[in-house]
Each structure stands twice: as C-alpha cells, then as structure tokens.
C-alpha cells in the first residue's frame, strides 16, 4: 500500500502546475537584497536555503551575509509571478528581462 502512495504522489508532483517568476531573497540585518528568476516559484527557496545552509552557494555576497546573520535574518518573496509559455526560450527571454527591471529597481545584486 505504500508503494502506490509513493506512486501517487509522484504523479501528482509531476502534473502540478509550475508558476515561472521573479523573486528577490533580502537580509534584514544587512540591509541587502538579491533578485533571481525561477522556472518554479515553488521550489526555488528550498533551493537556496540548502545551498546557503552547505556553504555551497555560486553568489559569494549571499553566502557571506548568511554565514555572518544567520537563515533568521533573510526572507524570501515572489515579486512578480508570470503567466505559463508554452515555448521554453520565450519563457527564458521574458524571465530576463523582468530580472533586469527588478535588479534595476530594488538596486539588487542578481542571482
């Protein structure tokens, strides 16, 4: 019986609708924010707090104020959720764009 739980949830996992967007991760105690875009607004964050928590995250200035603050300090926010493309490299082209807006408008460092 657990074995066509596990499958079920499977399934379900797969068939879910994914949401495409921008995000900005920002530490209070440092008053810093980074912006990134992600294919899934729903799974990014798990993302960067286990790489933040190994120490293995590619944007040193994130890292660094994670080691100096702590996970307490930072939080995460979707800023802006786009609608589903079918065509991946439109998807792609938009997602950058709008990461350049925010980058520009929050005075963020990009993800």
Request: net charge positive.
């Amino acid at each position: 019986m657990q074995m066509a739980d596990r499958k079920a949830a499977t399934a379900a996992y797969k068939e879910r609708k994914t949401v495409a967007g921008i995000f900005a991760f920002r530490c209070e105690a440092a008053g810093l924010t980074w912006v990134g875009r992600a294919p899934d607004l729903s799974t990014i964050e798990n993302r960067l707090r286990f790489t933040l928590r190994h120490g293995s995250h590619r944007q040193r200035s994130l890292q660094a104020a994670w080691n100096a603050h702590g996970p307490e300090a930072f939080h995460f926010e979707a800023l802006e959720r786009l609608e589903a493309e079918d065509i991946a490299y439109v998807l792609d082209r938009v997602l950058k764009e709008r990461l350049a807006h925010w980058q520009a408008k929050l005075g963020a460092e990009a993800l």
